[in-house]
């Protein structure tokens, strides 16, 4: 193609009023025609659909997805706390100056403790799940329960540590572990209140 290219180029420079170049540019062009209808092939196009589908499910998709479903709001910086079961209660959607004056709702699954007041309709005051706001939700969960003794009762002794949980109990669990991941912020971690020991919150 570039000896093509060269003597129409030529041919332009020596006669500058286009006289006798027809047969070469009719050349040049099968010659473009030839070289783009090899590369136009029904299987490069196909390989092109699968390889523009592969990077928008694997790379474009993922992104956009976490940034809706985890609802990270840029304005506000999440501060990674400390939370004893009595301080979390403060999150149970109802306004809690001064540590929750926005009434926000946290809940804690296996010591992580989750922002869920994008599911307000779910765990805010008057929502199904409402029994786990503020509160450490994960037996609760482990044994789909709302009953009062799956919550933790003394806020200032040991948490629970569901070392009794069997394992389908176990396996029910970690399946929400994963949906609170996926959704939800984690913004601290829970721990036992200790009494020699003071806490962040
Ligand atoms: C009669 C039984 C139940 C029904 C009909 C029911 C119905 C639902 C529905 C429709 C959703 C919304 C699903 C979605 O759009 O993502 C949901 C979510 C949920 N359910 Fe239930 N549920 C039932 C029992 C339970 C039990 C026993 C528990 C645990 C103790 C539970 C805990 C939850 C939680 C934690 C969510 C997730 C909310 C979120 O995405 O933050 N549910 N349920």
């Known amino acids: 193609m570039s000896v093509v290219t060269s003597s129409i180029v030529a041919s332009a420079t020596s006669d500058p009023y286009n006289l006798g170049l027809s047969p070469q540019l009719e050349a040049y062009r099968s010659g473009v025609r030839e070289q783009f209808g090899s590369t136009v092939t029904p299987l490069n196009v196909a390989l ?30 999440i501060v990674f706390q400390t939370f004893t079961p009595r301080t979390l209660l403060k999150f149970n959607g109802l306004p809690n100056p001064p540590l929750n004056p926005d009434g926000k709702v946290y809940l804690a699954v296996k010591g992580k403790v989750h922002d869920v ?15 786990f706001a503020g509160r450490d939700a994960t037996r609760g969960l482990a044994c789909q329960s709302f009953d009062e003794d799956m919550l933790t009762k003394n806020l200032d002794g040991p948490l629970d540590d569901c070392s ?13 572990v994963e949906r609170f991941d996926e959704k939800y912020l984690v913004v601290g971690k829970l721990v036992a209140y200790n009494k020699n020991q003071v806490h962040g919150m």
């Open 48 to 77: 092109l659909v699968v390889l523009l589908t592969f990077t928008y499910y694997r790379l474009i998709r993922p992104y956009n997805a976490a940034s809706q479903t985890l609802h990270v709001n840029k304005d506000q910086p």
């Open 164 to 176: 009794d949980l069997g394992a389908d109990q176990l396996e029910n669990l970690q399946g929400w």
């Open 117 to 131: 007041t994008s599911g307000r309709n779910f765990y805010g005051p008057g929502g199904p799940y409402e029994n």
